[in-house]
């Protein structure tokens, strides 16, 4: 049988993490034929509310997984893991300023970036939740240096899918024909959405992204709000 993944998700006793576990372990993620060792990490106030999590899953009686692991130290939680949802991050609260939060967090991944480079496999897989996205993950990727770059990814994907949806619907083709499209800035409204280098097949050629729309006020106005805005938009809806 195939050697289970070691698979751990921060903040896991949090709603986002609440959502995203069942998927991880009945194999949505890593495949039918995976099986998976699932490590959760959270503050230590958080431990009770967690035994709480693991008895749900095992009450599931996943065939997948393997184990569910309690933990609420980084050093312990990464260990050999294979792949690292981190979804924990501090949330921005009232009256305080983006300053603060960024402070916050920067000292959250820096000590998590730095267990993840001593503990983690080197080969493990790292997607940064928590926000500001790509500013959380730009921190652990500094501080774990020994890990390839590559192995970095941030939630900012979500608002590069967006994009490329937008334009394959405007297109009328499939998302995956939309390639080349480039998210600039924070996981907010402040975001720039760029499609100066994006390419799509359509009908087999591929062209530039401003060739096919044929629309510049649309790529310069309308399309960029509704990058932009899609989340207040779902939020809304």
């Not at 903040?11 to 986002?16: E, H």
């Not at 402040?190 to 591929?206: E, I, L």
Request: hydrophobic share 45%; charged share 20%; proline share 4%.
């Amino acid at each position: 049988m195939t050697e289970p993944v070691k698979v751990c998700v921060t903040g896991a006793a949090g709603q986002i993490a609440y959502s995203l576990l069942y998927s991880i372990a009945k194999g949505d993620v890593f495949g039918q034929d995976q099986p998976l060792i699932l490590v959760l990490l959270d503050i230590t106030p958080m431990m009770g509310v967690l035994q709480g999590v693991v008895m749900e899953l095992m009450d599931c009686a996943l065939p997948l997984l393997k184990e569910v692991i309690c933990q609420d130290k980084p050093e312990e939680a990464f260990k050999d893991i294979d792949a690292c949802f981190m979804v924990g991050a501090m949330p921005r609260r009232e009256g305080m300023e983006r300053k603060d939060l960024l402070k916050a967090n920067v000292k959250i991944f820096k000590s998590q970036g730095m267990a993840l480079d001593k503990f983690a496999k080197k080969t493990v897989k790292v997607v940064v939740v928590g926000n500001p996205a790509n500013t959380n993950g730009l921190q652990c990727k500094r501080f774990a240096p020994s890990i390839p770059e590559q192995n970095f990814s941030c939630l900012t994907r979500l608002d590069q899918n967006r994009a490329m949806s937008q334009i394959a619907a405007k297109l009328g083709v499939a998302n995956n024909a939309v390639s080349n499209v480039t998210i600039w800035g924070n996981h907010s409204s402040t975001q720039f959405p760029d499609v100066r280098h994006a390419k799509v097949d359509v009908g087999g050629k591929v062209v530039s992204v401003y060739d096919a729309v044929k629309d510049d006020s649309w790529l310069k106005n309308d399309f960029i709000k509704t990058v932009q805005s899609r989340g207040a938009a779902v939020i809304a809806a």
